[in-house]
C-alpha cells in the first residue's frame, strides 16, 4: 500500500484556499502512484480558529461529504482529508471531523473528535461516534484519531486490540507553543519529541502502522499562526518511523508498506492482541470480545 502523507499549511483565513491546494496535492500524488492520501487537521478553519477566538462557523455535513467524495474518486485514491468543522444540522452543534473516503468516493469511516485541545473546547463539541473502524479495499481494518487524541492509549488499545485496526490516521495541527511557557522554558523543542515519542510508542505498543500529519509552518512570516511542529510520519513497529519529515515545513512523504505483513509479524513476536483477547493484560474491560 503506497501512502503519501501531506504536511501543508492550513491558511487561516480562507478554507477556499485550503481546499483548492488539497486538489494541487492530491493530483501530485496521483502522478507518484499513491493509494491513500492522509492530509492535515481543519481544512476548513477561519479566523475564527485562531487563537480561539472570532466566531466559530463551520459548513454543514452535506457540503463537506460532496467536496471530499469528488476529491476521491476524481483522483482515484483513497483520501483522509485532514479535519473539517462541521455544523450538525440536528443539534447544530460544530463537531471536528475526520473521514476516511475509498477511491470511489463512498465514505467509509467517519470520527468526531473525542480530546478536544484547549481554546477548542470553546467552540467545538466533544464527539459522540466513539471510535469506529472499516476495513478499506486493500483488506486493511483502518481507525482514525484526531491530533490530542494520539496522547491516549484508551483510543488506541480500542480500535487496535477490541476493534482490530491494523492502520491508525492520526490528522493533526499540533504547534510548539502547545507546550505553553512553561514547557518552552524547558526545551523549545519539547513538542517535537512529545510527537515523536507518541507516534513510535503508539505503534509498537499497538502492533499497529501509525500515520501522523501535521500542518506546515506559514510559508510568509506575515501570516498569523502559531509555529506548527511539523513531523509528519509513517511508523511501525520494530522499524519505527519508515518515513518522517524532520521538519516543519510543506512537503509530502510517499512509502510503501506492507501492513499486513508488518503486523502479524509484530503480533507473533509480541502476542498484544492474544493477550488481550485471554484476558492476561492488566485493564482489559470484562465485556471486551476481541470483535470488530
Same mark, same amino acid.
Given at each position: 500500500m503506497r501512502i503519501a502523507v501531506v504536511q501543508f499549511h492550513v491558511d487561516p483565513w480562507s478554507s477556499e484556499v485550503n481546499?483548492? +491546494?488539497?486538489?494541487? @496535492?492530491?493530483?501530485?500524488?496521483? !502522478?507518484? &502512484?499513491?493509494?491513500?492520501?492522509?492530509?492535515?487537521?481543519?481544512?476548513? +478553519?477561519?479566523?475564527? @480558529?485562531?487563537?480561539?477566538?472570532? !466566531?466559530? &462557523?463551520?459548513?454543514?455535513?452535506e457540503n463537506v461529504a460532496e467536496k471530499i467524495s469528488k476529491l476521491a474518486s476524481t483522483y482515484k485514491i483513497d483520501l483522509v482529508p485532514g479535519t473539517v468543522r462541521e455544523r450538525d444540522p440536528v443539534d447544530n452543534c460544530i463537531y471536528n471531523n475526520a473521514y476516511y473516503v475509498d477511491k470511489d468516493g463512498a465514505i467509509l469511516l467517519h470520527y468526531r473528535k473525542i480530546h478536544l485541545w484547549g481554546f477548542e473546547r470553546k467552540n467545538v463539541t466533544q464527539g459522540n461516534y466513539g471510535l469506529p473502524t472499516a476495513k478499506n479495499r486493500f483488506g486493511i481494518q483502518v481507525g482514525l484519531c484526531i491530533c490530542w487524541d494520539l496522547n491516549f492509549p484508551e483510543c488506541f488499545r480500542e480500535m487496535a486490540l477490541n476493534k482490530n485496526a491494523q492502520l491508525v490516521i492520526v490528522p493533526a495541527h499540533w504547534c510548539l507553543e502547545d507546550a505553553g511557557k512553561i514547557g518552552l522554558g524547558h526545551d523549545a523543542m519539547s513538542e517535537v519529541k512529545f510527537i515523536d515519542s507518541l507516534c513510535i510508542t503508539r505503534a509498537f505498543e499497538n502492533e499497529i502502522c501509525l500515520v501522523y500529519c501535521n500542518t506546515a509552518a506559514p510559508r510568509t512570516p506575515t501570516e498569523p499562526s502559531f509555529t506548527s511542529a511539523g513531523?509528519?510520519?509513517?511508523?511501525?513497529?520494530?522499524?519505527?518511523?519508515?518515513?518522517?519529515?524532520?521538519?516543519?515545513?510543506?512537503?509530502?512523504?510517499?512509502?510503501?508498506?506492507?501492513?499486513?505483513?508488518?503486523?502479524?509479524?509484530?503480533?507473533?513476536?509480541?502476542?498484544?492482541?492474544?493477550?488481550?483477547?485471554s484476558g492476561y493484560i492488566f485493564g482489559r474491560p470484562s465485556n471486551s470480545n476481541g470483535n470488530s
Open positions: 481546499w483548492s +491546494r488539497m486538489e494541487e @496535492f492530491m493530483k501530485a500524488a496521483s !502522478e507518484r &502512484g499513491a493509494d491513500l492520501v492522509p492530509l492535515t487537521q481543519t481544512v476548513n +478553519r477561519h479566523r475564527g @480558529f485562531v487563537g480561539g477566538g472570532g !466566531e466559530p &462557523g463551520g459548513e454543514v455535513a513531523r509528519s510520519q509513517i511508523t511501525v513497529p520494530f522499524k519505527g518511523p519508515v518515513a518522517h519529515l524532520d521538519h516543519n515545513r510543506e512537503d509530502m512523504i510517499i512509502a510503501d508498506v506492507d501492513i499486513k505483513a508488518i503486523t502479524q509479524d509484530a503480533e507473533s513476536v509480541y502476542w498484544i492482541k492474544k493477550d488481550w483477547d
